[in-house]
């Protein structure tokens, strides 16, 4: 890069308020750091898997002192390892085991953990006991993954007793955040947990099938694709 090509942009970066000229170069005003921080942190999720992706995405929307609901997913124990890398101080409420222990020594969160039968297959605590604890809680977000995710059926699983436990950890948050990856268009599964409608926003790491997207748009759904 010539120094032509670097005094023309930061004289344009200075025009767009961005910059402010110093002796010897020019530093971000205040407030743009967050900003290039942010992309920077954008750049980075291209390179991670699926699930670390979605984690880091959905993570940025997690205020600090909320309360959310983590599923018993690859997505929950991602966000789990990111609210620990970053302090942030909030209530976890979990069926899922591995969460459990990504977090049980982090100081800045307080655990809740669903009590009930514990599956071995999935690491997690399911069935009525289970539902019934989690029934008496309150949340702001509930972020569930899903087995399969379509305009027909919703959001679906193949397991019937993790399909209404589910069904139960969405219903106590004020807002429902999907996790979608590649695979739940793939597959679906066999039994629907949550309806479309009751959705608030779906993060995806793939473009949604035209239909979903249409869908969601009309019901002022938001996404997120990372």
Known sequence: MSPETV???LKKFE???IIIKAYGGA???????KKFNYFEEEVKDQFL????????AIVREIEEGSVIVLDNSE????IAKKIKEKGIGITVITNYVKVVNELMDEKNVELICVDGKLDRKTGSYIGVLAQEFVKSLRADKAIISCTGFSLEKGVTEDDEIVASTKK??????S???LAVMETNFKKNGTIKCIDIDSISFVFSTVTLPKEIEKYLWYKDIKIKYC
């Open 7 to 9: 005094r023309n942009d």
């Open 15 to 17: 025009k767009e308020g």
């Open 27 to 33: 530093v971000l005003k205040e407030g743009f750091e």
């Open 49 to 56: 898997t699926e699930a670390e992706r979605l984690a880091s």
């Open 75 to 78: 997505v929950s124990l991602e």
């Open 168 to 173: 139960t950890l969405a219903k106590v948050a």
């Open 175 to 177: 807002e429902v955040v």
